[in-house]
């Protein structure tokens, strides 16, 4: 008999239309692996879904690919991963292998990928399964919760390392104080550049909280004019790279004349729509170079777990609520008003316990 287990599903396109389902545990075969999982982070991709704004799943699925968790089987071809084993997967489930793509492992880009959570049954569950060359070892210092940050931190590594080789010389703008943007702070500080974070009135307590990570200015863009204060920290030049993680338009058209002539800009954020209208003449009088930033690659998990793993990323301080599978609409209600960081939803709490995520976390964030 087949063993069941839960897990958050979007059932059909549209506006919420999610729903926590029984089905079977899958199956272990070939060069898959089978996670029990510990934790995994509600993105703000996850949130694009719920709304029915975002496309690329492919419905039914269950959603989830910020993730960690135990190895507690292997398909037979499995040969560097064993039971026991405590890891976090890339969100590649499987590509052609063969496009230009697949032959530089550049499989974020393949015609023909499914991905965990999006078009593959991801880890808002009690099990996901993983392909054995996606799956990551974690070392013995990085927590289960730590790890489930892997991924988001990985695709904002792909946005400074590959799209865009951040120096330590750098000026940089940063758009967007969410998990993101956070993450992209702390990769640029423990390079060394120089980061102005930009957010909003409601966004107070993130540029606060970007401003004890490190960041040189916070802005609030609605009480403050942020060309003035780009013009005066760049001695009237503009910053050498920006880096959207708002998805919001307003704010990328804003940035894009404060970029110096030849800057970078990078699009991590996820637009609501397909098409948006973008300040084109700014690209093309500054020669701006305008680059989007899709997922993450191979190339980008080592980095990114090194990072967790030697403490340059504030763990504690990112994760501020944790919730129980059962309370998944909760977490998602909470992402939704703005106030959390990043949120965690517990899978197996009975063999990965909760805990406070840090002293200001209160009680309500372990909910069972």
């Known amino acids: 008999m087949s063993k069941m287990m839960k897990g958050v599903c979007k059932t059909e396109p549209g506006y919420d239309k999610?729903?926590?389902?029984?089905?079977?545990?899958?199956e272990v075969t070939g060069d898959k692996v089978l996670i029990k999982v510990a934790y995994t982070g509600i993105c703000g991709s996850d949130i694009h879904t719920f709304k029915g704004e975002y496309k690329n799943p492919t419905t039914p699925v269950v959603l989830g690919h910020e993730f960690s968790g135990k190895v507690v089987a292997v398909g037979e071809d499995v040969t560097t991963v064993k039971v026991g084993e405590r890891v976090t997967s890339e969100t590649?489930?499987?590509v052609c292998n063969e496009c230009e793509y697949c032959q530089t492992k550049q499989y974020n880009l393949c015609p023909h990928r499914k991905g965990l959570g999006t078009q593959q049954n991801g880890s808002l569950a009690n099990f996901v399964l993983a392909r054995e060359e996606s799956v990551h070892i974690l070392p013995d210092?990085?927590?289960?919760?730590?790890?489930?940050?892997?991924e988001p931190l990985a695709c904002c590594v792909h946005a400074m390392y590959q799209m865009s080789h951040l120096e330590l010389q750098d000026k940089i703008l940063i758009t967007g104080p969410g998990p993101i943007g956070l993450f992209l702070l702390q990769?640029?500080?423990e390079?060394?550049?120089?980061v102005i974070m930009t957010g909003i009135t409601k966004d107070a307590h993130r540029l606060q909280l970007?401003?004890?990570?490190g960041a040189d200015i916070i802005v609030d863009t609605l009480q403050e004019d942020l060309a003035e204060i780009v013009d005066k920290a760049t001695n009237g030049v503009g910053v050498d790279k920006a880096y959207d993680a708002s998805g919001s338009p307003l704010a990328v058209n804003a940035s894009l004349p404060l970029l110096k002539k030849t800057g970078q800009f990078?699009?991590?954020g996820l637009f609501a729509t397909k098409l948006v209208e973008i300040d084109t003449e700014s690209i093309i009088q500054r020669e701006i170079s305008y680059k989007g930033s899709r997922s993450q690659n191979p190339y980008d998990w080592p980095i990114a777990i090194h990072l967790l793993a030697k403490g340059a990323i504030d763990i504690d301080r990112m994760i501020t609520r944790k919730f129980t599978l059962s309370n998944w609409r909760t977490a998602?209600?909470?992402?939704?008003e703005g106030h959390e960081i990043k949120v965690m939803i517990a899978s197996n709490p009975d063999e990965f316990p909760l805990e406070l995520a840090h002293d200001n976390t209160d009680k309500e964030a372990i909910t069972n």
Not at 141 to 150: D, H, P, T, V, W
Not at 210 to 213: G, I, L, N, V
Not at 332 to 336: L, T
């Open 210 to 213: 970007a401003k004890e990570m």
């Open 332 to 336: 998602f209600e909470k992402v939704m």
């Open 191 to 194: 390079i060394g550049a120089f």
């Open 18 to 26: 999610m729903t926590l389902i029984d089905l079977e545990v899958p």
């Open 187 to 189: 990769i640029a500080k």
């Open 266 to 268: 990078i699009q991590v």
């Open 92 to 94: 590649t489930f499987s």
């Open 141 to 150: 210092n990085l927590s289960y919760e730590g790890a489930a940050m892997s």
